[in-house]
């Protein structure tokens, strides 16, 4: 038998080629191919896009229940009220049976909605649909287009389906019907029914605020006071020796009432430093009370300050140079600050947490101070370094060329000396503005400088891992109901005399509706003076509507703020650890 008889459709495939001249002869077997392939993919895609409609319009009826449900909530209108409008979903249910199968319909709707089973197993991608569309035939495209139109139906889901904790329900299904409703009113409704009513009826309602917790009273010990107003007078043997007989007195009483005196004398050792002591204790602790006792830290060392107990011994190695400034920063003090530190060896300590001016004869003296310590490699430790911007910022204000350029030149050389050359570009280019004059330019400082941004000091060797372990600022520490309460002040170290300078810089935090919270982590000490202004100021936010917290305290300082009264105008709440 020849080639051509051999070969089927000789005349049609010439037709072929009378058709379609531009195309090569061995081509043209392929072509009538090509044309289903492209065919098949067209039908594909438009089922595909059918599909993704038909889902769009499903979430966009959803949302606008949800919208009207909510609506309805704000304008005051209960399901239960008999008076009413009332709901679709209350004239069309029948019996709970048929409420249960409406839910358990929305359920699955939801469930396919999210699973967008299109892009399942059962359904090609669209990267294998360019592979497969070259063999469709005409009997796959037909049933692929009667499946995608097929009803829905629970046994399309995917079998993961089933399991009742693989897919949350749209609604809650804790709502009830109205009390006016009727269980035998009416016949079930259609799912296309049912759906839009039950969606409007189990629409879950607002959640109501919920008022922040306030702190529980601290009710101390009377057997206590003795000991707290030794400590504040500056006594902590007077105080240790109190406590101890406190214990004492209170040895037969039961163990839980015995606790707050343990505790309160734990706090002592850690506020004077005495780890030999505490550990005594904790001994002690352990024995009477089968379990372990408080974690040991040092607020002396964790402040940077020299432990209380034992005079050192001839010999004995100093401990870094500490300065604390004045209320008003005077000539006289910068001078003698300089020959201090001409005396010191570095690391140099400074607090300026309690400075609100400088004089005008002290401002080209610090600021010469601060270019020769940026100049030189000396360590340098700054804290409560705010109130040291705030004066600066206060008196180098933009366009004002009443102020004395040295103002300008201090706030630059105090930038240079922290490190922070952004600052330092912007307050130049201000200086440049006022004066019309070519600011200095930036140099990287020689020194080596450090600071708190504000809180209480803390040397190199007390790492974050010491503080956590002992509880500092750890969450379960503070009292119910202000764990995620943020504190925006803070106090420590020892007060002495007046205390409304570290005050009144925590009434400009102050929030509406919001207390403010003092954290006295690391408050060792307040006396009797520095007890009196907090009182004041205490007296003062109250009358004007503002909450306080004073959270975190020591024991000792805590009972002692209860002695004077800072309790009836503020809470006061002791440490947990």
Same mark, same amino acid.
Request: net charge negative.
């Given at each position: 038998?020849?080639?051509?008889?051999?070969?089927?459709?000789?005349?049609?495939? @010439?037709?072929?080629?009378v058709r379609n001249p531009t195309v090569n002869w061995t081509d043209l077997d392929s072509i009538d191919a090509d044309r289903e392939s492209q065919y098949s993919k067209q039908m594909l895609k438009e089922m595909i896009e059918r599909k993704r409609r038909n889902d769009f319009v499903r979430r966009r009826e959803f949302d606008q229940l949800r919208k009207l449900r909510k609506r309805e909530a704000l304008q005051g209108q209960r399901t239960e009220d008999p008076t009413a409008r009332p709901s679709f979903f209350q004239s069309s249910m029948a019996s709970p049976d048929d409420r249960a199968v409406t839910l358990k319909k929305i359920d699955e709707i939801e469930a396919q909605m999210s699973q967008q089973w299109w892009k399942s197993k059962n359904?090609?991608?669209?990267?294998?649909?360019?592979?497969?569309?070259?063999?469709?035939?005409?009997?796959?495209?037909?049933?692929?287009?009667?499946?995608?139109?097929?009803?829905?139906?629970?046994?399309?889901?995917?079998?993961?389906?089933?399991?009742?904790?693989?897919?949350?329900?749209?609604?809650?299904?804790?709502?009830?019907?109205?009390?006016?409703?009727?269980?035998?009113?009416?016949?079930?409704?259609?799912?296309?029914?049912?759906?839009?009513?039950?969606?409007?009826?189990?629409?879950?309602?607002?959640?109501?605020?919920?008022?922040?917790?306030?702190?529980?009273?601290?009710?101390?010990?009377?057997?206590?006071?003795?000991?707290?107003?030794?400590?504040?007078?500056?006594?902590?043997?007077?105080?240790?020796?109190?406590?101890?007989?406190?214990?004492?007195?209170?040895?037969?009483?039961?163990?839980?009432?015995?606790?707050?005196?343990?505790?309160?004398?734990?706090?002592?050792?850690?506020?004077?430093?005495?780890?030999?002591?505490?550990?005594?204790?904790?001994?002690?602790?352990?024995?009477?009370?089968?379990?372990?006792?408080?974690?040991?830290?040092? @607020?002396?060392?964790?402040?940077?300050?020299?432990?209380?107990?034992?005079?050192?011994?001839?010999?004995?190695?100093?401990?870094?140079?500490?300065?604390?400034?004045?209320?008003?920063?005077?000539?006289?003090?910068?001078?003698?600050?300089?020959?201090?530190?001409?005396?010191?060896?570095?690391?140099?300590?400074?607090?300026?947490?309690?400075?609100?001016?400088?004089?005008?004869?002290?401002?080209?003296?610090?600021?010469?101070?601060?270019?020769?310590?940026?100049?030189?490699?000396?360590?340098?430790?700054?804290?409560?370094?705010?109130?040291?911007?705030?004066?600066?910022?206060?008196?180098?204000?933009?366009?004002?060329?009443?102020?004395?350029?040295?103002?300008?030149?201090?706030?630059?050389?105090?930038?240079?000396?922290?490190?922070?050359? $952004?600052?330092?570009?912007?307050?130049?280019? $201000?200086?440049?503005?006022?004066?019309?004059?070519?600011?200095?330019?930036?140099?990287?400082?020689?020194?080596?400088?450090?600071?708190?941004?504000?809180?209480?000091?803390?040397?190199? $060797?007390?790492?974050?891992?010491?503080?956590?372990?002992?509880?500092?600022?750890?969450?379960?520490? @503070?009292?119910?109901?202000?764990?995620?309460?943020?504190?925006?002040?803070?106090?420590?170290?020892?007060?002495?005399?007046?205390?409304?300078?570290?005050?009144?810089?925590?009434?400009?935090?102050?929030?509406?509706?919001?207390?403010?919270?003092?954290?006295?982590?690391?408050?060792?000490?307040?006396?009797?003076?520095?007890?009196?202004?907090?009182?004041?100021?205490?007296?003062?936010?109250?009358?004007?509507?503002?909450?306080?917290?004073?959270?975190?305290?020591?024991?000792?300082?805590?009972?002692?703020?209860?002695?004077?009264?800072?309790?009836?105008?503020?809470?006061?709440?002791?440490?947990?650890?």
């Open positions: 038998m020849s080639k051509e008889e051999s070969s089927p459709g000789l005349l049609s495939k @010439m037709v072929r080629f359904t090609p991608t669209p990267s294998e649909l360019g592979d497969s569309a070259a063999t469709a035939t005409d009997s796959t495209i037909a049933t692929a287009h009667d499946r995608a139109f097929a009803p829905t139906a629970p046994a399309s889901l995917p079998g993961v389906l089933s399991a009742p904790t693989a897919v949350q329900p749209l609604f809650s299904g804790e709502s009830l019907l109205p009390s006016g409703a009727s269980e035998g009113a009416g016949a079930a409704p259609s799912p296309s029914q049912a759906v839009p009513a039950a969606a409007a009826a189990y629409a879950p309602p607002p959640a109501p605020e919920v008022a922040p917790a306030e702190p529980e009273e601290f009710v101390h010990e009377p057997d206590l006071e003795e000991a707290a107003i030794r400590f504040a007078n500056g006594d902590h043997a007077g105080a240790e020796s109190g406590l101890l007989e406190v214990l004492a007195q209170h040895e037969q009483d039961d163990p839980q009432q015995q606790l707050e005196i343990w505790m309160t004398l734990f706090d002592l050792y850690r506020a004077i430093g005495e780890h030999e002591r505490f550990d005594a204790l904790a001994i002690d602790y352990a024995a009477r009370f089968s379990r372990s006792a408080p974690l040991w830290f040092s @607020m002396p060392e964790l402040l940077g300050l020299q432990a209380q107990p034992a005079p050192a011994a001839p010999g004995f190695a100093q401990r870094e140079f500490s300065w604390n400034s004045p209320t008003t920063l005077a000539a006289q003090s910068v001078v003698a600050l300089q020959a201090s530190l001409a005396r010191a060896a570095p690391p140099w300590t400074l607090t300026w947490s309690r400075l609100a001016a400088i004089d005008e004869a002290a401002v080209p003296l610090l600021a010469n101070l601060f270019t020769q310590w940026a100049e030189q490699e000396v360590q340098l430790t700054f804290f409560g370094v705010e109130a040291l911007n705030t004066v600066l910022e206060a008196r180098t204000q933009s366009g004002d060329r009443d102020t004395s350029p040295e103002w300008w030149r201090l706030r630059m050389a105090a930038l240079r000396l922290m490190g922070r050359p $952004d600052e330092f570009e912007l307050v130049a280019l $201000d200086y440049c503005v006022t004066y019309e004059v070519s600011p200095p330019s930036w140099i990287s400082p020689r020194c080596s400088y450090s600071s708190d941004d504000g809180g209480a000091p803390v040397p190199e $060797d007390a790492t974050s891992s010491d503080l956590h372990a002992s509880g500092y600022g750890d969450p379960s520490s @503070m009292p119910a109901g202000l764990e995620s309460a943020e504190p925006s002040a803070s106090l420590s170290g020892h007060i002495e005399g007046d205390a409304v300078p570290l005050l009144a810089p925590f009434e400009e935090q102050v929030k509406p509706g919001a207390p403010l919270i003092i954290a006295c982590d690391r408050l060792v000490r307040v006396d009797f003076a520095a007890a009196g202004s907090v009182l004041n100021w205490a007296a003062e936010q109250q009358a004007h509507g503002h909450a306080v917290h004073f959270v975190n305290l020591q024991r000792l300082v805590a009972v002692f703020f209860n002695v004077i009264g800072v309790n009836e105008h503020a809470w006061v709440v002791p440490r947990k650890n």
